[in-house]
């Protein structure tokens, strides 16, 4: 359809009557009035989610993320802040961890067996020394009591066994008679 030389303003005329009449009626409306009156919840239950989700291509997202720049953003601290450590502990279920411990294979690996082993020797040593030491003690007390109970001279006693003393250090008194 062609316009004539004459209808071009009839046609201007038109348009602009047009767009002024639009620009009365969008002025005119409240548009919070009509947002109101819009039930968001029955739009939503005709969409299909699945048929929405169906369409999307994940892998194609995806493979449009850059981790590093994403990473680069991220505030480990405040992150961290954020953590409820005891909320965490709390679901730890201790029972079960220690369940899950090899105690033999652990031992094995720390040398703990040998270490038992050696401290209980060295226990054991020590409790020997102290019953020979005071046996020792007892021994000496006894025969101090028995010297004095047969009236023996401290000076005429041998200082030890005569294989385990040296001959210069031995008592010169009377030979004992054979």
Same mark, same amino acid.
Request: aromatic share 2%; net charge negative.
């Given at each position: 359809?062609?316009?004539? +030389?004459?209808?071009? !303003?009839?046609?201007? %005329?038109?348009?602009? $009557?047009?767009?002024?009449? @639009?620009? %009365?009626? #969008?002025?005119?409306?409240?548009?919070?009035?009509? @947002?109101?009156? &819009?039930?968001?919840?029955?739009? $939503?239950?005709?969409? =299909?989610? =699945?048929?929405?989700?169906?369409?999307?291509?994940?892998?194609?997202?995806?493979?449009?993320?850059?981790?590093?720049a994403l990473m680069a953003r991220v505030d480990v601290e405040r992150v961290v802040?954020? @953590?409820? &450590?005891?909320?965490?502990?709390?679901?730890?279920? @201790?029972?079960? #961890?220690?369940?899950? %411990?090899?105690?033999?294979?652990?031992?094995?690996?720390?040398?703990?067996?040998?270490?038992?082993?050696?401290?209980?020797?060295?226990?054991?040593?020590?409790?020997?020394?102290?019953?020979?030491?005071?046996?020792?003690? %007892?021994?000496?007390?006894?025969?101090?009591?028995?010297?004095?109970?047969?009236?023996?001279?401290?000076?005429?006693? +041998?200082?030890? !066994? !005569?294989?385990?003393? !040296?001959?210069?250090?031995?008592?010169?008194?009377?030979?004992?008679?054979?």
């Open positions: 359809m062609s316009t004539s +030389p004459r209808s071009a !303003p009839w046609d201007r %005329l038109a348009q602009a $009557v047009a767009e002024r009449v @639009v620009n %009365l009626v #969008v002025d005119a409306l409240d548009v919070d009035a009509l @947002v109101e009156r &819009v039930d968001v919840d029955r739009i $939503v239950s005709r969409v =299909d989610v =699945d048929a929405l989700m169906a369409r999307v291509d994940v892998d194609r997202i995806v493979s449009r993320v850059d981790v590093d802040e954020r @953590v409820d &450590v005891n909320a965490i502990v709390e679901r730890v279920d @201790v029972a079960q #961890v220690v369940d899950r %411990l090899d105690i033999d294979a652990l031992v094995a690996q720390t040398e703990l067996g040998s270490i038992i082993a050696k401290s209980t020797t060295g226990v054991l040593t020590e409790i020997l020394d102290l019953l020979r030491s005071q046996g020792v003690g %007892l021994d000496d007390f006894l025969a101090r009591w028995v010297n004095r109970i047969l009236r023996r001279a401290p000076g005429s006693l +041998p200082l030890g !066994p !005569p294989l385990l003393i !040296p001959a210069a250090t031995l008592p010169t008194g009377p030979a004992p008679s054979t």
